[in-house]
């Protein structure tokens, strides 16, 4: 009986002393569904982001964290690794993760319920902003004599990961186009696309990230390369009447060594998505730091891309979802007008 009560002792100072602890350091291990900022409490969040290093998305992951963890002391942010957009999409809808970067496709179709899901809409996601304007890049090496979308016919062509926007786009393009079936297709993401490229086990690989790409800068610079107009063909071919989401749009001359003229290519953005149960105020002031005139310059001197948060012409145009009505209360503070579309609900 005596051993019993020291026992009973022991461990009732036990949970006393790490209740103590926790209301010290203020950390609570929940999500952020639910919760209001609180002082002296910490909020840990997942973003969603790509692959690995080197993918645009979860480059754009790890610099939000970075900026957030930085300047707001009660968020312990991470950066997580998934199959890519089509997946964060998933995630995000499921609760898996807080926040994830989504394509404008992958945006509009997860909400609702079309092509890869079908049937299953994705309607608790909302959008924060647009993360960065992509531009869809055919990268080849110029001693392949690869100049238009058909000539990829027979070629082996990285279409970067399974799962990811790129991907997705890759297949209905070239469905589109009628060469899916004739090429080769490798899943590869974008940095190991590169490589491959640059050791001759590929002909070719398609990357979306923002301008400009910094895979396509360094095989560029050990390699002389071409970029592919995909886009005249798509014109013929009705792609963009059928996915209104993508657009057309230019590389300009002399971004990447040795591409001395203007590349047409397919265009989209990569969006912030976060969770519809994640608090208003905790997303108004994530939104309200990230696209400041202080949160840009620090998000693009991370991500170069990322510089696209600062120009408010954009900042909405590739949103396929409602916003979230904290990111909603923060743009209409600064004079952004909503479009009925993508209005809180």
Same mark, same amino acid.
């Given at each position: 009986?005596?051993?019993?009560?020291?026992?009973? $002792?022991?461990?009732?100072?036990?949970?006393?002393?790490?209740?103590?602890?926790?209301?010290?350091?203020? +950390?609570?291990? $929940?999500?952020?569904? =639910?919760?209001?900022?609180?002082?002296?409490?910490?909020?840990?969040?997942?973003?969603?982001?790509?692959?690995?290093?080197?993918?645009? #998305?979860?480059?754009?992951?790890?610099? *939000?964290?970075?900026?957030?963890?930085?300047?707001?002391?009660?968020?312990? !942010?991470?950066?997580?690794?998934?199959?890519?957009?089509?997946?964060?999409?998933?995630?995000?809808?499921?609760?898996?993760?807080?926040?994830?970067?989504?394509?404008?496709?992958?945006?509009?179709?997860? /909400?609702?319920? @079309? =092509?890869?899901?079908?049937?299953?809409?994705?309607?608790? *996601?909302?959008?924060?902003?647009?993360?960065?304007?992509?531009?869809?890049?055919?990268?080849?090496?110029?001693?392949?004599?690869?100049?238009?979308?058909?000539?990829?016919?027979?070629?082996?062509?990285?279409?970067?990961?399974?799962?990811?926007?790129?991907?997705?786009?890759?297949?209905?393009?070239?469905?589109?186009?009628?060469?899916?079936?004739?090429?080769?297709?490798?899943?590869?993401?974008?940095? %190991?696309?590169?490589?491959?490229?640059?050791?001759?086990?590929? %002909? $070719?690989?398609?990357?979306?990230?923002?301008?400009?790409?910094?895979?396509?800068?360094?095989?560029?610079?050990?390699?002389? *390369? +071409?970029?592919?107009?995909?886009?005249?063909?798509? @014109?013929?071919?009705?792609?963009?009447?059928? /996915?209104?989401?993508? &657009?057309?749009?230019? *590389?300009?001359?002399?971004?990447?060594?040795?591409?001395?003229? !203007?590349?047409? #290519?397919? &265009?989209?953005?990569?969006?912030?998505? !976060?969770?519809?149960?994640?608090?208003?105020?905790?997303?108004?002031?994530?939104?309200?730091? $990230?696209?400041?005139?202080?949160?840009?310059? /620090?998000?693009?001197?991370?991500?170069?891309?990322?510089?696209?948060?600062?120009? @408010?012409?954009?900042?909405?145009?590739?949103?396929?979802?409602?916003?979230?009505?904290?990111?909603?209360?923060?743009?209409?503070? !600064?004079?952004?007008?909503?479009?009925?579309?993508?209005?809180? @609900?």
């Amino acid at each position: 009986m005596a051993k019993a009560k020291i026992f009973m $002792a022991f461990l009732l100072m036990v949970l006393c002393t790490f209740a103590v602890a926790s209301s010290l350091y203020g +950390v609570t291990p $929940a999500h952020a569904q =639910g919760q209001s900022p609180q002082p002296g409490k910490k909020i840990f969040l997942s973003f969603a982001g790509g692959p690995s290093a080197g993918s645009s #998305v979860m480059d754009c992951a790890a610099a *939000i964290a970075g900026l957030l963890n930085r300047r707001m002391s009660n968020l312990n !942010v991470t950066p997580e690794s998934s199959a890519g957009a089509v997946e964060n999409v998933r995630r995000v809808h499921n609760k898996q993760a807080d926040m994830g970067g989504a394509f404008s496709a992958d945006m509009f179709e997860g /909400y609702n319920g @079309k =092509g890869q899901f079908e049937g299953h809409p994705q309607q608790n *996601i909302r959008a924060v902003g647009v993360l960065y304007c992509s531009f869809t890049h055919v990268v080849a090496l110029k001693s392949s004599g690869i100049k238009t979308a058909s000539d990829l016919k027979g070629k082996k062509v990285a279409v970067a990961g399974q799962g990811t926007g790129t991907a997705l786009l890759s297949e209905r393009l070239f469905r589109e186009l009628g060469l899916w079936d004739k090429i080769k297709v490798v899943y590869l993401g974008g940095s %190991d696309s590169a490589q491959a490229l640059k050791d001759g086990q590929i %002909d $070719a690989f398609i990357w979306s990230p923002g301008l400009p790409g910094p895979t396509i800068v360094d095989v560029s610079s050990v390699k002389s *390369i +071409v970029l592919v107009d995909v886009v005249t063909e798509a @014109k013929k071919a009705g792609f963009f009447e059928k /996915y209104p989401y993508f &657009t057309p749009g230019e *590389i300009p001359a002399g971004l990447y060594k040795g591409v001395d003229y !203007v590349t047409p #290519v397919i &265009t989209s953005s990569a969006n912030w998505i !976060v969770n519809r149960d994640t608090p208003a105020d905790l997303v108004y002031e994530m939104t309200k730091l $990230a696209y400041s005139e202080e949160g840009v310059k /620090y998000l693009s001197n991370t991500y170069k891309p990322l510089k696209d948060m600062g120009n @408010k012409k954009l900042v909405l145009s590739g949103l396929r979802a409602p916003l979230h009505p904290g990111a909603e209360k923060y743009w209409k503070e !600064v004079g952004i007008a909503i479009p009925d579309s993508i209005k809180a @609900k």
